[in-house]
């Protein structure tokens, strides 16, 4: 297994661990951060089993799951999560998802976060695709998808079961030759 590492000016991404649960549960055991997600607010138990799940994906060959500490370079600290799946039947492609703590809102954080997704997919995994689903409500993500140069591609009607009943989603694409361009 090659350890992730991938920083950008403001944001660093690394492999989750144990030590970062906590950090972790700041932002899935919080009902404002997980207002757009299609699940509950989670347990520090919960939040515990999906680290264990993905440090144990992060040993898979090849390796089709990421799920990624986003660090604040200046402070340190873990401020949120990012995920990136490779899909197993076109591993040209990858989901990207992302959860900030609600403090760190605000500040273009988001953006940051996205690009540097893009970059660690296109020029360190050698993807072709790479998109992202977000609900139709979350317009910060929804801007910070399309700041970061992903385009809007469309809604698939009743995509998600959340826990208030179906939700839509609407889909942001970049391709590689986009992100090469920029």
């Not at 660690?120 to 790479?130: A, M, N, P, T, V």
Request: aromatic letters at 6%.
């Amino acid at each position: 297994m090659r350890p992730v590492v991938c920083n950008g000016e403001r944001l660093g991404l690394r492999d989750v661990t144990e030590a970062d649960v906590p950090a972790l549960h700041a932002v899935y055991g919080d009902p404002t951060a997980t207002q757009h997600l299609p699940f509950q607010p989670r347990s520090l138990d919960e939040v515990a089993r999906l680290v264990e799940e993905a440090v144990e994906a992060s040993a898979a060959e090849p390796r089709l799951l990421y799920v990624l500490a986003v660090v604040d370079r200046g402070r340190c600290d873990v401020v949120g999560v990012a995920r990136l799946r490779v899909e197993a039947d076109n591993p040209h492609s990858a989901e990207i998802g992302f959860g900030l703590h609600p403090h760190q809102w605000g500040r273009g954080i988001g953006t940051d976060l996205v690009r540097l997704l893009l970059s660690f997919g296109f020029e360190h995994l050698g993807l072709h695709r790479i998109w992202g689903a977000r609900s139709p409500a979350n317009l910060p993500a929804q801007l910070a998808m399309l700041t970061a140069g992903m385009v809007e591609e469309g809604r698939i009607r009743h995509h998600l079961r959340t826990p208030d009943g179906w939700r839509d989603s609407i889909v942001h694409s970049a391709l590689e030759d986009e992100w090469s361009r920029r």
